[in-house]
């Protein structure tokens, strides 16, 4: 693992009987040392029964969206998507149809930090919002017609 990488140990004693066999006694210690940084987190929403020092922490607007954790992204925050919930619909005309996590993050540290951002664009519109309007002239035309 090297000197400079985030490891986390972990230690088991074991046990076993002495020489006589008439007591147990401590034998030693095993030890398992993980490389972090091997390591994928979970920022998305969880259980509360889970262990997960990670879990919540991610940026993500939960009123329109759902958090998707992504594997092999490894010890970094901003692994994971945000994708629109039934309803709603990304409202960016591109390729994409989620948020990336780390742009999320980024976007929020620089709301936290003052900076100017597009924090509060990075989240799904009401879907059918550009429907809603031609459906308003479809309705104004067919009455005109009548008329």
């Given amino acids: 693992i090297g000197l400079n990488g985030w490891v986390v140990t972990y ?5 076993g009987k002495n020489d006589l066999k008439t007591r147990i006694e401590f034998k030693g210690v095993v030890t398992v040392d993980v490389g972090l940084e091997f390591l994928d987190i ?3 929403p969880g259980n509360f029964y889970v262990a997960n020092a990670f879990k919540n ?6 009123k329109s969206q759902y958090c998707y954790p992504l594997e092999g992204k490894r010890f970094n925050k901003g692994g ?13 005309n591109d390729l994409a ?3 990336d996590g780390q742009t999320m ?4 540290r620089k709301l936290a930090a003052g900076l100017p951002n ?24 067919m009455a005109a017609v009548q008329l």
Avoid at 57 to 62: I, K, L
């Fill in 97 to 99: 149809w989620y948020f």
């Fill in 118 to 141: 597009r924090y509060h664009t990075l989240r799904c519109r009401i879907a059918g919002a550009s429907a809603l309007t031609s459906s308003l002239v479809l309705v104004v035309a």
């Fill in 11 to 15: 230690l088991a004693p074991f046990f």
């Fill in 57 to 62: 922490t991610a940026r993500c607007d939960y």
């Fill in 105 to 108: 993050e980024e976007e929020h």
């Fill in 42 to 44: 979970n920022q998305c």
């Fill in 80 to 92: 994971y998507k945000c994708e629109c919930r039934q309803g709603y619909e990304y409202p960016f």
